[in-house]
């Protein structure tokens, strides 16, 4: 027990520095503090998960007893899952209402220079919360006559990072550097986003009737529970079966890098559904299903999958052995 | 086979993966781009090179990885001992891929990107300068149809078919010129009959031509109808001869006080240029009539010693308040920088902002073309211009034709200066004479703004801000792209040694060959070393603007040196501690 409490507490220490690690990058790339609130349980869940992979890694390296942290990480993981549920929802870029960070998360334009990108460049003369005014803007991208155009006024529209401008075309932000936010780069803004969809369609099912069955048929109070018990079993089995992944072969950089990207795959299970959804492969078979139906198929399919590889693969003993790893109590 | 041969091969094919990736995407760039023929194989050879550099870094350390991972056993190193001393023939090769990394970014890079920009814009002008070039002519619009060919040369470079394309549109634009001109003077004229329609005439009606020809102050017509008159007739007319006299008297006298007219009007002229030049001291407008007058002035007498020296001056001082057309268009064959914006604040009382669509810094001087002026001051002044040149510490933007047809009679036809598009000329010379804060160097490294510092070497970088700051635009910025290229320079070492030191602490502890199952996961190696590398970058870049942007540049510039150094000390000892062990 006093080794699983010890391991336990790595596996805390990681997924504190994870999240921490987290919320840094996005809010630094614009995921304001306004927005941080609802994204806690995700982030929680994220660093967790992330964390999840070294505390592991060094479980299986040392780890006397795992089973009994495993069924502890398990456990938090579930819980994990719930909170990233009920809490889901943010990670949109709103103003920030903390005035400590919120500079870097707000971004911000200094009047009276110019900010050129390769189709416009901008010049505010004056800002005043998002009221902006006057504008000069000059268009690179047509051979035009006058390329100068002066609005008197315009608002930032800081949501999707637009200058609206009432008697022009709206200028989007996003292709001048250094005004505003720094944009998200693709890795961390596909990454949140699949991350993100996978806890919506969590929520979508733990609130919705059972799936695959008829659901009148089933007792309420069955009807209430099942949903959300199934869709937290399935998640939590496949995040915490990132454990066989880890200990899929005998070199251990690969292990690592399968296991990430396991965890990757998980997320990515909503994009592969809409995907099946688009080409019509699984609706042929089963005319009916939902979306998030058939992500929770599709985790259950690799957490069989999952499972199956761990029946195939070395026992730990062995598998210890041939990493020539020692058993110790640290 | 060596451990070297190993390494190398995996490196060898890395980066011929890489290679094939990044030539496939030039293909799409020259689909895009669609480069003129003239200087696609420029393009091509340059395209393929952004995107492979771009993923050297990656390409080697991915090469790092699989052979100390899984290619590399402590048997082939000698079983014991430290790591590093055992690969010296890898790390010397690294070390070498790191300087030609480091002269990329630093140098050979942005010269690359700088010329396929160049490429791009160049065929974007060329092409639209053919097209409309195609048009005019089929409108007989020969003169602008001429300008935009020789803008189409100057774009993709002279050849002999494209020469005698000129060549043959110089001819029918100077043939319709001529043929305007003589319209023109048809136009004005009083015709008279001509003198050798005298078939069928008696000697009477020619005698009463050549009176009334005589009387109209047609000399040579009454001279000639006069003798045709005296030779047909079978007897001596002494009328006739009379007529002949006279008209040859008159003809004599015409020439004469012709001559003295001539050479008063002459004196004259000349005069008039002298006081034109003078008064060009405080009128530039009266300076470059000046200089026309004294052109006209040369065709006449050439060998005039005053109009030779006149002339010269003129011409000299006409340089320091404007440009010839012709000379802006030979610029446009050099080499030069896209889309120009600047701020020109040169008094409290307005703010000035100048753009042009290229700047060009030719041995005849810098140009500027498609200049846009915006003054905002208690009213705003808004004008274009098409040429403008730096004379001196100002911007002229008013260019003249170096030559006046004798046939112009709007000032447009030879003086292409700006055109108001809101406001109205002041009292000052805002439109022909502005002076400019910025310098051209500075203007250089401003032009095309923040999206092309890629364009700039690491010189350039570091001369940036000071540029960007004169020229009133946001610099931290420019701060961020020089010590994000710093980083991508010392990035690779850390990539590197951080690569050999993961891969053989976590290597593989198979014996012999991996069973093939685990061998078809090897491909995730790949996509996680640039997942990482990818992330790291993205992350980093991002947090030095958000940094930059909102503390101070310098404190950036700082702890960016110091974790870089920090990291790398970090990379290389890790790797060095790393033992061969069975």
């Known amino acids: 027990m006093k080794d699983a409490l010890l391991h336990l507490t790595l596996y805390v220490l990681f997924a504190v520095a994870c999240a921490v690690a987290i919320l840094s990058v996005l809010v630094v790339m614009g995921a304001s503090l306004g927005a941080i609130v609802p994204m806690l349980g995700t982030v929680a869940l994220s660093g967790w998960v992330v964390g999840m992979v070294p505390a592991t890694l060094r479980l299986l390296r040392r780890g006397r007893r795992p089973v009994t942290t495993a069924t502890m990480v398990a456990c938090i993981t579930a819980g994990m899952v719930v909170v990233a549920i009920l809490t889901q929802g943010g990670g949109e870029r709103v103003p920030a209402e903390s005035r400590l960070l919120s500079s870097m998360s707000e971004g911000t334009v200094v009047p009276g220079r110019v900010y050129q990108g390769r189709e416009y460049s901008v010049l505010v003369d004056r800002l005043s919360g998002n009221e902006v005014g006057p504008v000069i803007v000059a268009d690179h991208t047509e051979d035009i006559d006058a390329r100068f155009r002066v609005h008197p006024e315009g608002y930032w529209d800081r949501l999707h990072n637009e200058l609206v401008l009432p008697d022009g075309s709206d200028i989007n932000l996003n292709d001048l550097r250094g005004f505003g936010v720094p944009s998200m780069p693709a890795a961390v803004r596909n990454t949140a986003a699949d991350v993100r969809g996978l806890v919506e369609t969590a929520a979508v099912l733990w609130s919705s009737s059972v799936p695959f069955v008829e659901s009148g048929q089933l007792p309420l109070i069955l009807r209430s529970t099942i949903s959300p018990v199934l869709v937290v079993l399935v998640l939590t089995l496949l995040l915490t079966a990132v454990w066989t992944p880890l200990r899929l072969t005998r070199w251990p950089l690969l292990n690592v890098v399968v296991g990430l990207a396991y965890l990757r795959a998980v997320t990515a299970l909503p994009t592969i559904a809409v995907w099946l959804m688009r080409v019509e492969i699984v609706t042929r078979w089963m005319p009916g299903v939902t979306r998030a139906e058939l992500v929770l198929l599709g985790g259950i399919a690799m957490f069989l999958v999952l499972a199956l590889v761990a029946l195939l693969v070395p026992s730990l003993p062995n598998w210890r052995h041939n990493m020539h790893f020692r058993e110790s109590g640290s | ?582």
């Open chain 2, 1 to 582: 086979m060596t451990y070297r041969f190993r390494f190398f091969l995996v490196l060898t094919g890395a980066i011929l993966v890489l290679l094939a990736v990044s030539v496939y995407n030039a293909y799409h760039q020259v689909v895009q781009v669609s480069p003129v023929d003239q200087l696609r194989t420029a393009f091509w050879f340059r395209a393929w090179m952004p995107l492979f550099f771009d993923h050297f870094s990656i390409a080697v350390a991915v090469s790092a990885v699989v052979t100390f991972s899984l290619l590399l056993s402590p048997y082939d190193l000698g079983n014991t001992g430290r790591l590093m001393p055992s690969v010296r023939p890898i790390l010397l090769a690294l070390v070498a891929m790191g300087l030609v990394n480091g002269l990329w970014f630093a140098l050979v890079g942005p010269t690359v990107e700088l010329r396929l920009d160049q490429i791009e814009y160049r065929s974007r002008v060329a092409g639209s300068a053919r097209q409309r070039s195609e048009e005019l002519l089929s409108h007989d619009r020969y003169d602008e149809a001429l300008a935009a060919l020789r803008l189409y040369r100057s774009a993709v470079g002279s050849s002999p078919e494209l020469d005698e394309e000129i060549e043959e549109l110089q001819v029918r634009a100077g043939q319709e010129r001529r043929r305007t001109r003589e319209a023109a003077r048809r136009g004005g004229e009083t015709t008279f009959a001509r003198a050798f329609e005298v078939q069928g005439l008696s000697v009477p009606e020619m005698l009463r031509r050549a009176r009334v020809a005589l009387e109209a102050g047609s000399f040579y017509t009454a001279h000639y109808y006069a003798s045709v008159a005296a030779d047909q007739s079978e007897f001596r007319r002494e009328d006739a001869l009379e007529l002949r006299a006279e008209a040859l008297n008159a003809i004599e006298d015409g020439i004469r006080r012709r001559e003295e007219l001539e050479e008063r009007s002459f004196f004259q002229d000349k005069l008039q240029a002298y006081q034109l030049m003078q008064r060009g001291d405080t009128d530039s407008r009266a300076l470059v009539e000046a200089y026309y007058r004294f052109q006209e002035l040369g065709e006449r007498a050439p060998d005039d010693p005053d109009i030779r020296r006149y002339s010269q001056e003129v011409e000299q001082r006409v340089r320091e308040v404007s440009f010839f057309v012709d000379e802006a268009l030979d610029a446009q064959m050099f080499p030069g920088r896209q889309d120009v914006v600047f701020r020109n604040d040169r008094s409290g009382e307005f703010s000035e902002l100048i753009s042009a669509e290229q700047i060009i810094d030719s041995p005849q001087g810098t140009y500027l073309f498609g200049v846009e002026v915006l003054r905002r001051g208690d009213e705003i002044v808004h004008l274009s211009a098409p040429y403008g040149k730096r004379v001196g510490d100002m911007l002229v933007i008013r260019a003249i034709a170096r030559r006046r047809e004798a046939a112009s009679d709007s000032v447009d036809e030879y003086v292409v200066g700006p055109r108001y598009l809101r406001g109205t000329p002041g009292r000052d010379d805002l439109g022909e004479m502005i002076p400019l804060q910025p310098d051209v160097d500075q203007l250089m490294l401003v032009a095309g703004g923040l999206e092309t510092l890629n364009t700039l070497n690491l010189v350039g970088l570091v001369r940036a801000p000071a540029a960007y700051d004169a020229a009133g635009h946001i610099v931290a910025p420019v701060h961020a792209e020089l010590v994000y290229r710093i980083m991508r320079i010392v990035g690779f070492f850390v990539t590197v040694f951080s690569s050999i030191s993961i891969a053989w602490r976590y290597r593989s502890l198979y014996i012999g060959r991996p069973p093939i199952l685990v061998v078809l996961l090897v491909p995730l190696l790949p996509w996680a070393t640039w997942w990482v590398i990818s992330l790291v970058r993205s992350v980093a870049d991002s947090v030095l603007r958000a940094l930059v942007l909102h503390g101070a540049a310098a404190t950036t510039v700082v702890v960016a040196a110091g974790v870089m150094i920090v990291a790398l000390l970090l990379a290389i000892t890790s790797a060095a501690r790393q033992q061969i062990e069975p």
